[in-house]
């Protein structure tokens, strides 16, 4: 990622300084998120519950956050023990934001809603103000869930930073555990 030309960026992406801030803003998500995070058993349990009883977890979910789309609300519940704690850990608790930022020469975009209850936004302006690479833009009126409320202008920040052929988007696994949602783009 050093020197290709790329920009990186990311629509509300799960930054923070340390693993007790990470749990803190993920915790606002909501009860499910809460429950997720309390201990490991906890966390495993209600995992192999919403695998067993896909359908009715997906109609909880639906329940639970009535702002998305009902597929993106039920899909929330698609994942696998494996997919959920190795994506808590490794890329949300993990808190190593600077230590990938160091790495990137490229230019990277944040992108988050003014309303984003599991950003941490002073964070974020933290690092922007930090690396000349890094720039933060906060969106007003608009949640974590702002690739889908505001689909139209999250497709144009993608477009307007592609050259044919170079532009790639990722939704990690980031998006179905807590309804997190983490998309990165390289965008050319």
């Not at 639970?64 to 850990?89: C, K, N, Q, R, Y």
């Not at 409320?149 to 920040?157: Q, Y």
């Amino acid at each position: 990622m050093t020197g290709s030309g790329r920009r990186d960026g990311g629509f509300g992406p799960p930054v923070y300084p340390d693993r007790s801030t990470a749990r803190n803003h993920l915790g606002r998500l909501g009860v499910m998120a809460q429950l997720s995070m309390v201990d490991g058993r906890v966390a495993r349990a209600l995992c192999a519950w919403v695998c067993a009883h896909r359908r009715a977890a997906a109609s909880f979910a639906r329940m639970l956050m009535p702002d998305l789309p009902e597929p993106i609300a039920a899909g929330g519940v698609d994942h696998s023990w494996p997919s959920f704690s190795e994506t808590l850990e490794r890329v949300i608790l993990a808190a190593e934001a600077r230590t990938w930022i160091d790495g990137i020469i490229t230019p990277v975009e944040f992108i988050v809603g003014a309303d984003d209850r599991a950003m941490d936004v002073p964070y974020l302006r933290e690092l922007a103000g930090s690396y000349s690479n890094v720039n933060l833009r906060i969106w007003p009126e608009t949640g974590h869930d702002l690739p889908l409320t505001r689909s139209v202008d999250a497709v144009d920040v993608l477009l307007a930073h592609q050259r044919p052929g170079t532009m790639t988007v990722h939704m990690s696994d980031a998006m179905d555990p807590y309804g997190v949602g983490c998309a990165t783009s390289h965008w050319g």
